[in-house]
């Protein structure tokens, strides 16, 4: 794959712009903060009616046969206009790990349905501090899981989960039907965090049924190739959302006017603004770039400039925009804090910036942390 | 024309052989004056198998290929570090300036074949005392007109003055109008009577830099490029040239792989240095960055490639490849202990931190200090307003000193 986007990848990212401005609604976006269980569903439907759940999905199951570089670009829109219910990317790991498990009845009970936007899928590996533990604390014994996982995004609208568990002592990767729980199988508990869109909660096993996917170190390694992966698109939504503050920034500079002239001509504005823009197409770059290593060689490493060039990119937009929008920048109406927030719960949600770091450096010198 | 990945083939192969004679192990040791005659031998080396003048027109003795071709091959005699730094500043502005505006073709086909090949230089007098990222306000004045032009002043910063035949010349005709409007462009002979060139020692040691002085030196008009009072507008022109100059992520300076090696048998707290997390999230971040200017530099030659216009980001390079290499080499130095403290002045700044490190505060300064790179993606790029200028629409001799 080219890093330099051809003419269908340009419209991909053009529509899909023109269709997300047209329907985006500030006011929505600002209830959901208050209102912990509900989210942005009106970009679900709009994700579902364009075609963007089965962008990245094989055309053998209902999906279009694309991959990362155009579910990116869409990502990269989503996450300029705060729009991205957790599932675009969330649902790119579950097909992802159906691809990889070889189980043609799964695929064929779950690949098109994903595709067409049927269901809805959440990844719970982390536990604790650690993003995805080698031996997790959730058992998986008598095809049941069992343990918590905590802060798993989308779990309070989820239909499955993909769940990395213990049996015996060997790591496996699971897929749960979160609607098949009966009798307290599952506990959704939700919490009421930075950002409620992203509908956190925190899932309790007790006994659901789940079917395995991987084990031993298949389980490890397709954990890791699919939080690479999310990882990726992750770093699209925060690439546009920095690209997004960095021009509200902009054009905030050039509007308001102190001294006698537009702050954007003060070089502590104008060069705090430049930087930004130097941020934001490093991080874009490395998407491109880690996107069109999808299955090559590097493409671990790849990701990991990825998210720790867009995590950047979208922290220092979010505070720099904010302090150059002086008071406006601070209120609840002037919604700048949407980006605030979704800069953090995205940095927390694949794994933080101390994690992509190891995994980048234990690529490039073979030494462990 | 041949394909281009053919074409970079038989760059690469050239080089490699040239390798043994020109490059830097052949070259250690060797004094400024002695490697530059092997600069110049390479230089004509070079030109006999077609490889200089890469963009000029045959009919001045290039290559008549297209910038991208002269970017791959700039890049690969990077890699290779072919002695042509006494030639940079020669072979890039000057020529196409002298072809775009020289009447006499005659003349400027003899000059371009002989810098190329290495046996003239040409330096670039632009920066003053008084006027570096403030350009023009240059105070070198050029009095006369048609029957002849007389300057006086001074230049300073010109890269390799020392060895130059001639320069290119931007000066003060008229001080009676705004600072932009009142400067004119020349070719100067600079073993004309009144010149004076003096070297000085930058900090790290080279002798690159100069002074030079003009005492009533004489030019003739036809040595004018450009019409009396554009001279803003052909320096703006020659510094367009290098836009598409070979860039490099590691800001010419070690790459992180040999930060990693230089790291790998130290050891921090009697552990291994590579494992000690503040030095894993250093190479991750510069990695990361330099991986996506690396990016940003490879999709720009596929635009090229593809016949559209690189993206503006191009010029982030500098800005930010530059502050990354002060900053590692300043760690590689203090990771290394009572290591880190030996100097081998002149060593090759790609390959030893320490002269990569005393050699930075000067690459972010030359060609643009960061501050003005900083302003320039501001106001080009994002549309920022420009900063406040008290001397705008003044006329010069009217600005308070």
């Known amino acids: 794959m080219s890093i330099l986007h051809d003419e269908t990848q340009q419209e991909i990212a053009a529509e899909t712009a023109r269709v997300l401005g047209a329907r985006r609604d500030k006011a929505r976006l600002l209830e959901v903060l208050d209102r912990c269980g509900e989210w942005d569903e009106g970009f679900w439907r709009t994700a579902v009616e364009q075609g963007w759940t089965g962008l990245a999905v094989p055309e053998d199951f209902d999906g279009l046969g694309l991959g990362l570089t155009e579910l990116g670009l869409v990502a990269q829109e989503a996450g300029r206009v705060i729009s991205g219910a957790p599932f675009l990317t969330y649902g790119h790991g579950a097909v992802c790990a159906l691809l990889a498990c070889g189980d043609e009845a799964l695929q064929d009970a779950w690949l098109p349905r994903l595709a067409q936007g049927e269901v809805r899928a959440a990844i719970a590996f982390a536990e604790g501090t650690d993003p995805i533990p080698l031996c997790p604390q959730v058992e998986y014994r008598d095809g049941g899981l069992h343990g918590e996982k905590a802060g798993v995004a989308g779990a309070l609208a989820a239909d499955i989960a993909v769940v990395s568990a213990s049996r015996d002592g060997t790591p496996v990767l699971v897929l749960a039907d979160l609607n098949a729980a009966v009798s307290g199988q599952l506990e959704r508990t939700a919490i009421h965090s930075i950002d409620n869109g992203r509908l956190f909660a925190n899932l309790g096993f007790h006994g659901l049924p789940a079917t395995v996917l991987a084990e031993g170190d298949a389980a490890r390694d397709l954990a890791l190739e699919m939080q690479a992966q999310m990882a990726v698109l992750a770093a699209h939504e925060q690439t546009g959302g920095a690209e997004a503050l960095m021009l509200a920034a902009r054009d905030y500079a050039v509007e308001r006017k102190a001294f006698g002239q537009p702050i954007g001509a003060f070089q502590s504005v104008k060069h705090r603004i430049a930087e930004l823009y130097g941020l934001v197409e490093i991080a874009r770059a490395n998407c491109i770039h880690a996107a069109s290593l999808q299955g090559q060689a590097g493409f671990l490493e790849a990701a990991a400039c990825a998210r720790l060039s867009a995590t950047e990119a979208y922290d220092t937009a979010a505070r720099d925009a904010v302090q150059i929008h002086g008071g406006t920048g601070v209120t609840w109406e002037g919604a700048l804090h949407l980006h605030t927030r979704r800069a953090r719960s995205l940095a927390i949600e694949l794994g933080n910036g101390l994690f992509w770091e190891d995994v980048l450096v234990t690529g490039l010198t073979g030494v462990a942390a | 024309m041949i394909a281009l990945d053919e074409w970079q083939e038989r760059a690469r192969a050239w080089l490699a052989q040239a390798v043994p004679e020109f490059g830097l192990a052949a070259r250690a040791g060797l004094t400024q004056d002695e490697d530059l005659e092997v600069g110049r031998r390479y230089m004509a080396a070079k030109y006999d198998v077609g490889f200089s003048g890469i963009t000029l027109p045959p009919e001045f003795g290039g290559q008549g290929l297209s910038r991208l071709h002269k970017v791959l091959f700039d890049t690969l005699e990077m ?20 072809i775009r505006y020289c009447e006499d073709k005659a003349w400027v086909r003899e000059r371009v074949i002989a810098a190329l090949r290495g046996e003239e230089i040409w330096c670039q007098l632009f920066s003053e005392p008084a006027a570096g990222s403030d350009l023009a306000g240059l105070r070198t004045r050029a009095e006369g007109g048609e029957q002849g032009w007389t300057v006086n002043g001074q230049k300073l910063w010109t890269t390799f003055a020392q060895y130059s035949d001639y320069g290119i010349l931007v000066a003060r005709s008229d001080p009676s109008v705004p600072k932009h409007k009142g400067l004119t462009f020349f070719w100067i002979d600079m073993k004309a009577p009144g010149v004076t060139v003096r070297p000085f020692r930058l900090a790290n040691g080279d002798i690159q830099c100069n002074e030079v002085f003009f005492d009533d030196v004489a030019m003739a008009d036809s040595q004018r490029l450009g019409p009396v009072g554009e001279g803003f507008s052909v320096a703006i022109a020659t510094l367009m040239i290098e836009r598409y100059a070979a860039s490099d992520a590691d800001g010419f300076g070690p790459p992180i792989e040999a930060f990693i090696e230089t790291l790998r048998p130290l050891t921090i707290n009697g552990r291994p240095a590579l494992e000690d997390g503040r030095v894993r999230g250093v190479i991750a971040r510069n990695h990361a960055l330099r991986q996506g200017l690396d990016s940003i530099r ?28 002060q900053k590692l080499s300043e760690l590689a130095l203090d990771l290394q202990g009572a290591g880190g403290l030996s100097y081998a002045e002149g060593a090759y700044t790609k390959a030893d931190w320490a002269t990569s490190w005393m050699g930075a505060p000067t690459m972010r300064l030359a060609g643009g200090a960061d501050e003005m790179l900083l302003n320039t993606i501001a106001e080009k790029i994002l549309g920022l307003p420009q900063d406040y200028r008290p001397d705008k629409g003044v006329p010069f001799n009217a600005i308070p000193v």
């Not at chain 2, 006494?86 to 020529?95: C, E, I």
């Open chain 2, 79 to 98: 890699q290779v570090a072919m002695p042509v730094g006494y030639f940079g500043v020669s072979t890039a502005m000057p020529l196409p300036i002298l």
């Open chain 2, 298 to 325: 490879r999709r720009a030659l596929l635009a090229m490639e593809a016949g559209m216009e690189p993206g503006p980001e191009g010029s982030l390079n500098k800005l930010f490849s530059v502050r990354s290499r």
